[in-house]
């Protein structure tokens, strides 16, 4: 079962981390944000959603 919800956060993650790739943010932005995602893996992405994207 932790094998399936560390997959599901992987490819979260990864689906993230290539949407704040596809942003028009700023490349500093970009760089901070993916930082917060890989160190962050459950909490980057939310709040990526929450507060980054606009």
Same mark, same amino acid.
């Given at each position: ?5 560390s /997959?599901?956060?992987?490819? =979260? $993650?990864? %689906? %993230?981390? =290539? $949407?704040? /790739? *596809?942003?028009n @943010? $700023?490349?500093? @932005? @970009? +760089?901070?944000? +993916? +930082?917060?995602?890989i160190? =962050? #893996?459950?909490?980057? #992405?939310? /709040?990526?959603?929450?507060?980054? @994207? *606009?």
């Open positions: 079962m932790s094998r399936l919800i /997959l599901a956060v992987l490819i =979260l $993650d990864v %689906v %993230v981390i =290539l $949407d704040i /790739l *596809k942003s @943010k $700023d490349t500093e @932005k @970009k +760089i901070l944000w +993916i +930082i917060a995602v160190f =962050l #893996p459950l909490i980057g #992405p939310i /709040l990526y959603y929450v507060i980054g @994207k *606009k």
